[in-house]
């Protein structure tokens, strides 16, 4: 990672930019091992110090923080540790999101049957009704109400039965005549959905 440490009206010395560099690559590497690059600018802020501190961490996350206290030092911890946080809640989010992504199956399966109409039925009405034979099992995802949306308009599913993660009650959404999607929610929770 490129580190870059500046000094606005003020002298940073080599061996404060030094510290300044492998404690910031340090504090980022915790968090991403591949951050592209990184700037470090202290400027006077009355008798203080502030330390501005960017780190691009690549994919389009940039964090921006500043730190202010009487020595240089200082200030640039207390904007190191503004960027440790955030990139750790940002790490967190991640790992959660694709933890949740393994463990969106709930164990649950759903055993779906359509039989075959009963033969006796005659005339044009057996010719008109589809002979539909049909068995599958499926995990129940336990999703929010827009998460189950996108999964039928993504899979072009006319239904899709989710475990609501507002509630943890069975929900099914479908595909209207009208275009538009219906929801069931049979624990009658409306607006708890997400």
């Known amino acids: 990672m490129r580190i870059s440490v500046s000094g606005k009206q003020l002298e940073v010395g080599h061996k404060l930019a030094d510290r300044v560099r492998a404690s910031l690559e340090q504090s980022v590497a915790r968090y991403f091992d591949r951050a592209i690059d990184a700037q470090v600018a202290f400027s006077k802020q009355g008798a203080d110090v502030r330390a501005d501190v960017s780190v691009h961490a690549g994919r389009g996350l940039t964090v921006q923080t500043h730190g202010q206290a009487a020595d240089l030092w200082l200030a640039f911890g207390e904007a190191e540790g503004k960027v440790t946080k955030r990139l750790r809640r940002h790490k967190r989010r991640l790992r959660n999101h694709h933890r949740r992504d393994e463990d969106e199956f709930d164990r649950r399966t759903v055993v779906h049957r359509i ?32 998460e189950a949306v996108m999964r039928m308009d993504f899979s072009g599913q006319p239904a899709l039965l989710f475990r609501n993660a507002a509630h943890g009650g069975l929900n099914m959404i479908y595909r209207r005549a009208d275009g538009n999607v219906g929801w069931v929610d049979p624990d009658g929770q409306p607006g708890r959905g997400g």
């Open 115 to 146: 039989l075959d109409e009963p033969e006796d039925i005659g005339g044009e009405a057996a010719e008109d009704a589809p002979a539909i034979i049909a068995e599958m099992t499926e995990d129940v995802l336990t999703l929010s109400v827009g």
